[in-house]
T-cell receptor, first 114, second 116 residues
Framework: DTGVSQNPRHKITKRGQNVTFRCDPI?????LYWYRQTLGQGPEFLTY????????KSRLLSDRFSAERPKGSFSTLEIQRTEQGDSAMYLC????????????FGSGTRLTVV | AQKITQTQPGMFVQEKEAVTLDCTYD???????LFWYKQPSSGEMIFLIY??????QNATEGRYSLNFQKARKSANLVISASQLGDSAMYFC?????????????FGAGTRLFVKA
């Protein structure tokens, strides 16, 4: 297993455009998480899934954001009508449901909205 | 609501010395998990160590140990024998139940600089 994979690594988009990011978790991991990290800050929780079910969605996630995990494997995070404030690193992580282990994170997708 | 506080924006340590990174937390959950992550300049978050709220002993993983003081609500990370490669951001984090499969909140982080 090669870990958590995120694509693309970088995305530059014009304000108002839609963007979609993909995350492929570790195959044995049931849970998948999306976080957003701005410069100099810790990651902020956005949403997470158990298999294909979205268990929780942060109030930070406006209606312009949507995440899916259609077959309980990879996940996508879409941002519609991007704004400059959406510029950040978007991190995906996966984990088992139980066990004294933290998340395994991907390398992230850096979004720049110009 | 849960909250993590890391009061040290930056710390310096001499190579081969030990360093303690502070973390305090606040929660009303009866059980919880505490974590530390490392984020090098390359950007990828790396899980270091975990402590369950009911664990009687402090967690250790190689050169990392977690100094857990439940009554004081603190979960400090101790790195022994610092190496140049330890220079990175370090994040303390907490989940609302024991184990690693839950929503986790992160502190603002501490940047560690290891001097040769």
């Amino acid at each position: 297993d090669t870990g958590v994979s995120q694509n693309p690594r970088h995305k530059i988009t014009k304000r108002g455009q839609n963007v979609t990011f993909r995350c492929d978790p570790i195959s044995e991991h049931n849970r998948l998480y999306w976080y957003r990290q701005t410069l100099g800050q810790g990651p902020e929780f956005l949403t997470y899934f158990q298999n294909e079910a979205q268990l929780e969605k942060s109030r930070l996630l406006s209606d312009r954001f949507s995440a899916e995990r259609p077959k309980g494997s990879f996940s996508t995070l879409e941002i519609q009508r991007t704004e400059q404030g959406d510029s950040a690193m978007y991190l995906c992580a996966s984990s088992q449901i139980t066990g004294p282990q933290g998340y395994t994170f991907g390398s992230g997708t850096r979004l720049t909205v110009v | 609501a849960q909250k993590i506080t890391q009061t040290q924006p930056g710390m310096f340590v001499q190579e081969k010395e030990a360093v303690t990174l502070d973390c305090t937390y606040d929660t009303s959950d009866p059980s919880y998990g505490l974590f530390w992550y490392k984020q090098p300049s390359s950007g990828e978050m790396i899980f270091l160590i975990y402590q369950g709220s009911y664990d009687q002993q402090n967690a250790t993983e190689g050169r990392y140990s977690l100094n857990f003081q439940k009554a004081r609500k603190s979960a400090n990370l101790v790195i022994s024998a610092s190496q140049l490669g330890d220079s990175a951001m370090y994040f303390c984090a907490m989940s609302p139940a024991e184990g690693g499969g839950f929503k986790t909140i992160f502190g603002a982080g501490t940047r560690l600089f290891v001097k040769a």
